[in-house]
């Protein structure tokens, strides 16, 4: 079993990571051990290690184009369950094809649904270290000539540290003038208001002017992210319960995955969480039509996964293209 790097923003006790914010830690868990504070490598030999990975050896010497992607998890998540998700994600990326290395950001949520709000506040917290250890780090890798591609995927509250890690960014002076970027950005089950991803949000710009592109999978059935729940009271509809926005910024774009959802029997599935709020990570369908959105080869519109109905994308199931490893042949 493979390492797994981590960038854990929990804090400690006893040698233990607790649901507190805490500094920023860089982690390297050998095979299917839980993170502890031990596996904390130095920063410099922890991006090196991860961006060797991403970019591969070809006759061996380094290919500095390799991908990243950064998993940025939900609320009620510990350890254990991050990093399941962190390990199927990757076998199911890397099974369809996918060669890049996927990492997480372990923010503190607690285990209990009591602590949303709280655990919403942490979010915000940790997104200033998301810019400090995380952007801050990849915009001087950028600015060094490295051409590894960085990607980030939020899950429920995830996508919310995301958007307010770019809006943080915004606040640092050296971060704001530096020309750095990442490439796709994708929210899966997002706890984020449909209006905040419109294409006159305030909070979403410095996201968008950062990203080539967010991909946002919706699931109508997504009950976790209902507004009748009692501790959602006067909350806005949830962008990956209804979908975006119709004022949804040109980079941005709707994957409607409720019509899959119903096809896939909970018993016979792989998931982590409750089902109709975290069957993404374990989804061959979805892992496909992930791998080659990262990818960004095909036009959003053109995935084999994805059904083209009444102006809206429908998640299906699909192939690659026969002959897509030979697109670049020159005659």
């Not at 998301?130 to 990607?151: E, F, K, Y």
Request: charged share 25%.
């Amino acid at each position: 079993m493979p390492d797994q790097y981590v960038i854990c923003a929990r804090d400690v006790h006893k040698n233990d990571f607790v649901a507190e914010p805490g500094k920023l830690r860089y982690l390297k868990v050998p095979g299917k051990t839980l993170a502890k504070p031990e596996h904390a490598l130095p920063v410099e030999q922890w991006v090196q290690e991860v961006r060797d990975l991403a970019d591969g050896l070809k006759d061996g010497v380094v290919q500095r184009q390799g991908d990243v992607l950064i998993f940025v998890h939900g609320y009620n998540n510990d350890i254990e369950v991050i990093r399941k998700r962190q390990m199927r994600l990757q076998k199911d990326l890397h099974t369809v094809g996918w060669k890049g290395v996927v990492i997480s950001f372990d923010w503190p949520s607690d285990d209990s649904t009591l602590n949303y709000y709280e655990d919403r506040g942490d979010a915000a917290e940790v997104a200033r270290s998301m810019v400090t250890g995380g952007i801050s780090v990849l915009a001087r890798g950028q600015a060094d000539g490295c051409q590894t591609n960085i990607h980030l995927i939020g899950h429920s509250t995830g996508a919310f540290v995301i958007m307010e890690a770019f809006a943080e960014a915004e606040k640092h002076g050296s971060l704001f003038k530096s020309d750095w970027r990442v490439a796709q950005i994708a929210f899966i089950g997002g706890d984020v208001s449909a209006n905040s991803l419109s294409t006159d949000s305030a909070w979403a710009r410095p996201m968008y002017e950062r990203c080539m592109r967010l991909t946002n999978y919706a699931n109508g059935f997504d009950h976790v992210l209902a507004v009748s729940n009692a501790k959602r009271m006067g909350v806005a509809p949830r962008a990956g319960r209804v979908g975006l926005p119709a004022n949804a910024h040109a980079k941005a774009v709707d994957v409607d995955c409720s019509r899959h959802f119903q096809s896939i029997d909970p018993k016979k599935a792989t998931f982590f969480g409750t089902f109709a709020h975290s069957w993404h990570i374990g989804d061959p369908v979805f892992a496909l039509d992930l791998a080659m959105t990262l990818e960004g080869r095909i036009d959003r519109r053109f995935l084999p996964t994805r059904d083209p109905v009444g102006g809206k994308l429908f998640l299906k199931p699909g192939k690659r293209p026969s002959f897509e490893r030979d697109w670049h042949l020159e005659g």
